[in-house]
Every structure is written in structure tokens, then in C-alpha cells.
């Protein structure tokens, strides 16, 4: 294996874990907004979690 190939390898493995260990919270927050909002459609959802992020 390459140099080149082992960066690529090792930013793969980083921003596999680093995704992974987001998917829980996102879950749980669109969860908590489904509870909240029961009624929204989930276009309406997912303009609520657009308006949440973090710029």
C-alpha cells in the first residue's frame, strides 16, 4: 500500500467514526421533534432541523 493510500484509508476510517458517533443524537433529535411536533409533515421536519444547524 501506498502512502496516498494509507491517508485515504485513515480519513475514511475517521469520518466513518465520526458519523457514527452523530447518528445517535440526530436520531434522538428528530425523534424529540417528531413528539413536539406531531402534526408536521416531514418537510416541515426537516425545515426545522435546517433552522437548528449551526452555521
Not at 475517521?14 to 413536539?36: G, I, S, Y
Request: aromatic residues 2%; charged residues 35%.
Amino acid at each position: 500500500m501506498s502512502k496516498a493510500d494509507d491517508v485515504k484509508s485513515l480519513v475514511q476510517q475517521v469520518l466513518d467514526e465520526m458519523l457514527a458517533a452523530q447518528q445517535q443524537p440526530a436520531r434522538k433529535n428528530v425523534e424529540r421533534l417528531r413528539r413536539v411536533h406531531p402534526d408536521d409533515s416531514p418537510q416541515d421536519l426537516i425545515r426545522r432541523l435546517v433552522l437548528q444547524q449551526d452555521f
